[in-house]
């Protein structure tokens, strides 16, 4: 088995996840970064009446995340924003479990992501990349690892400062 392979499944409280929805600038181009970084396959969108996406839903590695043109009527109206005009910033991270955090780490970055903290094995017992996409979303990808106690955990807390 590889150093990095996922030796165990996800962990059953992270199968089922609330469906986050994020807003962006420019939801074609974002969808065919997502396609060539994450390996994302579009799965539905509707189109707004006055051009952009109104909302579209793809799939990256098995999570569904849905996504949409911050400048559309609708969007606008209800007070959702892009990161841009949150002065670049963004209060959700996105969580994605997968096989391989190194080789999408590579992908990622080959396709434009800004890789924020490179793979790592982290305390928790997960192998950790936080990259940042074109759009300015935050994303962590992990391949779990091991499953650790928590006693354990607070213990490797503790011993990381």
Known sequence: MPEHEARTEVPGRYRRAVVPHIMVDD?????????RAFGAREDFR????????????????GATLMLGDAS????????????????????????????DVDGLAERAE?????????????????RTVILKDPS????VFLTHLE??????????LAAAG
Do not use: C, K, N
């Open 27 to 35: 939801a074609d181009a974002a969808i065919d970064f997502y396609r």
């Open 46 to 61: 509707i189109d707004a009446p006055g051009g952009g996406v109104l909302h579209a839903e793809i799939t990256v590695a």
């Open 72 to 99: 559309v009527d609708e969007a606008e109206a209800a007070s959702f924003a892009a990161p841009a005009a949150l002065g670049g910033g963004t209060s959700v991270t996105l969580h994605v479990f997968v096989p």
């Open 110 to 126: 080959a396709a434009g992501a800004r890789i924020v903290q490179p793979p790592r094995d982290m305390f928790h017992g997960d």
């Open 136 to 139: 300015g979303h935050l994303w």
């Open 147 to 156: 499953d650790v106690p928590q006693e354990e955990l607070r213990r490797r």
